[in-house]
């Protein structure tokens, strides 16, 4: 029973690399979402998604970008790293339907660096 | 801005001792509220949750929560401490309908043998 899995576990990038942070989930959830960790800071809320080919903003968008093209796949894509992207970054899901939701299932986490 | 709080970074107790770690929500309507764990280098697990009904949830490693609409609070306590309880603790509340978690700034427990 897998879960959420992250691929890669860390990751280290030069400013200005590209790089896709994988996210697969095998629950069937319909519900998606990227989170950063930053120390002292909590999680914040990078973008989400509600269903296959449906993605919307969280609270921290900027320099990233979603796809969510089947319902287990999610990735994550940064396009120019910069080193304020340097954190823990975590994809969870969850399944909701009506009144029934289910709490968020999170993966391991990536490591990014940039420097 | 709706948000949940959780004002101490740090709580420290003695092993069999009872612990709360405070979480306070300012929220409109009825929120669904959340407990999650992370202990170091893991994702977060999920401990429990306050959907509707009776204000006492219990959940998982015997931690149980009590959602007090009226001190819009949503406490995790439990009984007797142990130093395996030692992680990151993370409030979190979800606004019915719009379908996104959103996460206090943690709470680190630390449990003394």
């Known amino acids: 029973n897998a879960g959420v899995t992250q691929t890669p576990k860390f990751r280290i990038l030069k400013i200005g690399q590209s790089m896709t942070l994988q996210c697969a989930q095998d629950?069937?959830?319909?519900?998606m979402y990227w989170y950063r960790q930053d120390p002292g800071m909590g999680l914040k809320l990078i973008y989400y998604?509600?269903?296959?080919?449906?993605?919307d903003k969280g609270e921290v968008p900027n320099g990233y970008n979603v796809s969510r093209s089947t319902t287990e796949d999610f990735p994550l894509r940064l396009e120019l790293a910069a080193p304020s992207q340097t954190s823990v970054y975590f994809c969870?899901?969850?399944?909701?339907?009506?009144?029934?939701?289910?709490?968020?299932?999170f993966g391991q986490g990536t490591r990014l660096t940039v420097v | 801005a709706q948000s949940v709080a959780q004002p101490e970074d740090q709580v420290n107790v003695a092993e069999g001792n009872p612990l709360t770690v405070k979480c306070t929500y300012s929220?409109?309507?009825?929120?669904?509220l959340f407990w999650y764990v992370q202990y170091p280098n893991r994702g977060l697990q999920f401990l429990l949750k306050?959907?509707?009904?009776?204000?006492l949830v219990k959940g998982s490693y015997g931690f149980e929560a009590e959602f007090n609409k009226s001190q819009t609070s949503f406490h995790l306590k439990k009984p007797s401490a142990l130093v395996s309880d030692s992680a990151l603790y993370f409030c979190?509340?979800?606004?019915?309908?719009?379908?996104?978690?959103?996460f206090g700034t943690g709470t680190r427990l630390k449990v003394l043998a």
């Open positions: 998604s509600v269903g296959a080919g449906i993605t």
């Open positions: 629950m069937n959830h319909n519900y």
């Open positions: 979190a509340f979800m606004r019915p309908g719009t379908y996104k978690y959103i």
């Open positions: 969870a899901s969850s399944y909701s339907r009506g009144d029934m939701n289910t709490e968020a299932f």
């Open positions: 929220v409109s309507g009825n929120p669904y």
């Open positions: 306050y959907i509707t009904g009776d204000n």
